[in-house]
């Protein structure tokens, strides 16, 4: 049996063996594509929460805390979205290494762009779900890309061996993301301005990034159902701003919005703000060609213009 030099050996053990990708864990499924995106066949990646959940209100399964156990990293949305179900399962792991501000869990919303930052006391008293910003940031892709950097910067730090692998495919998912703005940019140009009303307040960072102007929610506050009197204040608001287009994400009670469309006659559109929501919506990218896509064809089909 040949006898390896000091030198061979640790380059042996400076490369991962066979199996020993980072374990990443995320808390949604768009964290998990963006650390495939710029980890590829380096990291190991599962989701908590499934596309078609709302984030806000998961019931994570128990098989989760084993997960966590396991875990090199975790990656979470932060700003409380993940409040009400996470930290419970993340205590229970008993893995020092994810713990909030150990090395291995990064707050993605530390490297966004957030909005609604409010300015006075905190507002969860009163049942508001968004208490330190508005946590539905990564559906602007320019967050997207910042919370990848993040992610590929975190991986570099864990598995320093595959910090040029991380960087590389960091540029390519740049390069691709810049190819898919361009090409959502031009499908929405003619529609800078247009009003829309949105179920949950999920999409100020996506409207704002292609223009649209969101001028009243169905619920009163976010995590708040809707009212009565509040829906019929919504209903006399859009009538008079000639609003044609209601989004609504996939897991709340279609009822309100129905009627509401009913009565203005504004088209209920069922947008999907996470990968995963549908099959199809495979990755970070797909999800804007679909929703962009969705938006453009019902804007059409109501004549919605800017007004
Ligand atoms: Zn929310």
Redo the contacts with the bound molecule.
Sequence with gaps: MRILSIAALAVLVSVPRAGAAVKVVASTEDLADLTRQVGGDRVGVESISRGYQD??FVEAKPSFILKLAKADLLVVVGRE?EIGWLPPLVQQSRNARIQVGADGYLDASLSARILDVPTGPLTRAMGD??PLG???YWLDPANGRRVAQAIAQKLSQLDPGGAATFAARYADFDQRLAEGEKRWDALMAPYKGLKVVTY???WPNFCERFGLDVVGYVEPK??IPPSPGHTIQLMREMKQLGVKILLVEPYFDSKTPDSIGRETGAKVLVMLPSVGGEKEITDYMKLFDYDIQLLVSAIKETGAAAR
């Design positions: 984030p806000h979205l779900v968004h508005n946590p539905h949950h307040r999920s976010p995590g």
